[in-house]
Nanobody, 125 residues
Framework: VQLVESGGGKVQAGGSLRLSCVLS????????MAWFRQTPGKGREFVAA????????YYADSVKGRFTISRDNAKSTMYLEMNSLKPEDTAVYYC???????????????????WGQGTQVTASI
């Protein structure tokens, strides 16, 4: 499985960005997926997760109501729509995937065994 993120960039606080993550090498519809983020000196933090069907989603409290996770299995792509960005959202964002035997989502870093290379998101005042 290979994961490739795109869509990061620099925006002013209050702005929006949409991240994409393309999964290749396996059938995307059998994989639960998630977004994590990391800043220098800190561990990788959970942001949002989605089940393989897209029906099940879960968000960190810090992004709830501002970020939306979704997926299009026909395109083997997961998305993260980020609105009302804050300076504290600045981080490298990683997508993650794990084979799932059922329509579940997972929120722990150790649940995932495939990771993308990361994409930088910067929200400045």
């Amino acid at each position: 499985v290979q994961l490739v993120e795109s869509g990061g960039g620099k925006v002013q606080a209050g702005g929006s960005l949409r991240l994409s993550c393309v999964l290749s090498g396996r059938t995307a519809s059998t994989y639960a997926m998630a977004w994590f983020r990391q800043t220098p000196g800190k561990g990788r933090e959970f942001v949002a997760a989605i089940s393989w069907s897209g029906i099940g989603t879960y968000y960190a409290d810090s992004v709830k109501g501002r970020f939306t996770i979704s997926r299009d299995n026909a395109k083997s792509t997961m998305y993260l729509e980020m609105n009302s960005l804050k300076p504290e959202d600045t981080a490298v964002y990683y997508c993650a995937a794990t084979y799932s035997g059922g329509d579940y989502f997972y929120t722990q870093r150790d649940d995932y065994d495939h990771w993308g290379q990361g994409t930088q998101v910067t929200a400045s005042i």
